[in-house]
């Protein structure tokens, strides 16, 4: 009886720690699913970062010291869609580039649209207009000191806004308006009595 007893709690013994067991495998089992969701989430909003071009950025500002408000060393644009464009120059004679994602909530990496020889000299024009957004940047030496600029810069980006058409006019005294047709394929630069078009199909003239 006694054998017989203790052969019965033996096996109420085991299968308390066989039911023990169970309960720690469902556990371990919730665990590993609540690993897995929080795995999933984070790639989705990997997924996501990737899907809006990684602007997961602050948007960066001028470093040439300006007493005044706004400075021109730096300009942004809001494009119909809720997209944005900023450019800045730095100090280290580079125009550079932002665009700002309304889904991300945040700015891509600045790129560098153009590296100059010269120092940063006028104003950044943006101009957007159907997707196509224009940009006017100068550089020269002795700017500050009235001297006209010596680089002066045209560019246009389309579609995710991430490639730059530039084209280059030198000891020139900058472009003064960029026109976007209502398409956006086309960009008319002025100054004056001069003119520069670049068009989606052929992009500026070469050289």
């Known amino acids: 009886m006694l054998r017989g007893n203790g ?4 096996m109420n013994r085991a299968g308390v720690r066989t039911v023990a067991s169970g309960a720690a495998a469902v556990v371990v089992l919730l665990a590993g699913c609540g690993q897995s ?14 899907a809006a071009g990684g602007h997961t950025y602050k948007l960066r500002h001028s470093d040439i010291p300006w007493s005044g408000s706004p ?10 869609d ?28 600045p790129a560098v649209v153009y590296r100059a020889k010269t ?10 207009r159907a997707g196509t957004v224009a940009a006017i940047a100068d550089f020269g030496h002795y700017c500050a000191d009235g001297e006209p600029p010596t680089e002066s810069i045209a560019a246009v980006a389309t579609g995710r806004l991430t490639k730059w ?9 900058g472009w003064e308006k960029a026109l976007v047709s209502a398409s956006g394929t086309s960009v008319t630069f002025k100054r004056g009595g001069d003119t520069l078009k670049w068009t989606k199909a052929g992009g500026f003239p070469k050289p």
Request: glycine fraction near 8%; hydrophobic fraction near 30%; aromatic fraction near 8%.
């Open 7 to 10: 052969g019965e709690i033996d």
């Open 37 to 50: 969701v929080g795995r999933d989430a984070a790639a989705r909003v990997d997924g996501e970062r990737r």
């Open 71 to 80: 400075s021109p060393f730096e300009s942004r644009v809001k494009l119909a």
């Open 82 to 109: 809720g997209r944005r464009v900023a450019m800045h120059y730095l100090k280290n004679k580079r125009l550079y580039v932002q665009d700002y994602s309304p889904r991300a909530r945040g700015w891509s990496k």
């Open 119 to 128: 120092d940063a000299c006028q104003g950044i024009t943006l101009k957007a």
């Open 165 to 173: 058409d530039r084209h280059l006019t030198e000891d020139f005294d």
